[in-house]
């Protein structure tokens, strides 16, 4: 029975979750929507990884708009591991820390997060490739927790993502419409679409590459 009351009630806040997308989004549900793609984010690259870990308790399927702002999500984050496949690999190494102190993990998570956002163009230095970054480095920490026998942090990179997006993303979400917005980064039809999209990646890893550094001297 338990699990039958655990199925229903995932299912029921999916269905809430995707709603949203008939209409403006607040920021609470835009929050909600930032942990569930967090989720199905790890989850994708633990999988990758070939790391078992039980499925998200509210995991996304491949059909609704959530579901397919996921899909893109993933494939962006793809795109801008390609380019760079060792930056994205062993972040809790590069960072210096250890991923057994919670308190550890999220100082570190939020402090690069709050960097990578820190300096670039207009509307506070946000862009999807930015965004994606975050995804990218939120999946690589959850893997190295993971590796190193600390499941139990994953939910706190998920926390941690959820609280960042709290308190500097959702204007901007708003602004543009809610996280739909993403997958207009692949269904625009111009070539030079794409080559925009990869040299802002490419951009990007240069941000996460100095917030990592930015973290390193604050330790000092």
Request: charge should be positive; aromatic fraction near 8%.
């Amino acid at each position: 029975m338990k699990g039958m009351e655990m199925l229903r009630r995932s299912s029921v806040f999916a269905a809430e979750v995707m709603e949203v997308f008939d209409r403006s989004p607040t920021d609470k549900e835009l929050v909600s929507q930032s942990k569930v793609l967090c989720r199905d984010y790890i989850h994708s690259r633990l999988n990758r990884a070939g790391i078992g870990w039980s499925k998200p308790e509210h995991g996304l399927s491949s059909g609704g708009s959530l579901g397919e702002v996921s899909s893109v999500l993933l494939w962006l984050g793809d795109e801008l591991e390609y380019l760079r496949p060792n930056v994205y690999r062993n972040v809790a190494r590069q960072l210096n820390i250890t991923v057994a102190s919670e308190s550890i993990v999220s100082d570190a998570f939020l402090a690069v997060a709050a960097e990578i956002f820190s300096t670039g163009p207009a509307e506070g230095g946000v862009t999807w490739g930015k965004v994606v970054s975050l995804y990218a480095v939120a999946g690589a920490l959850a893997v190295d927790c993971v590796r190193h026998g600390h499941p139990a942090m994953v939910h706190t990179i998920v926390d941690c993502m959820g609280e960042f997006v709290r308190k500097s993303l959702v204007s901007w979400l708003k602004r543009r419409g809610g996280w739909a917005d993403i997958t207009k980064c692949v269904v625009n039809t111009d070539p030079s679409f794409r080559s925009h999209w990869l040299v802002a990646a490419a951009c990007t890893c240069v941000h996460y590459l100095k917030a990592v550094v930015f973290y390193l001297l604050r330790e000092k």
